[in-house]
């Protein structure tokens, strides 16, 4: 059964806000304790994003992560490392998911292709203002 959520209101750069598909989770890296957080579903990324401050909250020390990760895009000019989270998203089993930690305070937790949109099959309903998440039957 697939757990409905609505679009959130998220402040842009000007000081507008705009509706958008932000999905409530926990984080845990390795056994540490698990960080709420809100990451946004974007179809057009190609990989999960996770911003520094995050990381810090989550115990993760950036010199211990050795695997660079190259980003494009907006995020081209941004350093980044490869990190293993625990994600869990409503009610389902925590699925692991594989970000490019990067430096940059000023970009939101991005949910990607590789991998939430592996692990996750998403309907969104944007005229609703809602969408739906449930595992993705492999």
């Known amino acids: 059964m ?17 509706l958008m598909p932000l999905v409530p989770l926990s984080l845990r890296f390795k056994d540490g304790d698990p960080v709420g957080a809100h990451g946004l579903l974007d179809s057009g990324a190609t990989v999960n994003v996770l911003p520094y401050g995050l ?17 494009t895009g907006n ?14 998203v409503a009610d389902f089993v925590p699925v692991p998911l594989v970000f490019a930690w990067t430096r940059n305070e000023n970009v939101p937790l991005l949910l990607g292709q590789v991998n939430f949109f592996e692990e996750f099959d998403i309907c969104f309903r944007r005229a609703q203002r809602q969408f739906e998440i449930e595992p993705a039957r492999k």
């Open 2 to 18: 697939p757990a409905r959520f609505p679009y959130l209101p998220a402040a842009s750069d000007r000081g507008d806000s705009a």
């Open 55 to 71: 990381g810090l909250q989550l115990g993760v020390v950036w010199e211990a992560q050795t695997t660079r990760v190259i980003l």
């Open 75 to 88: 995020l081209a000019a941004q350093e980044a490392r490869a990190l293993l989270l625990k994600v869990r």
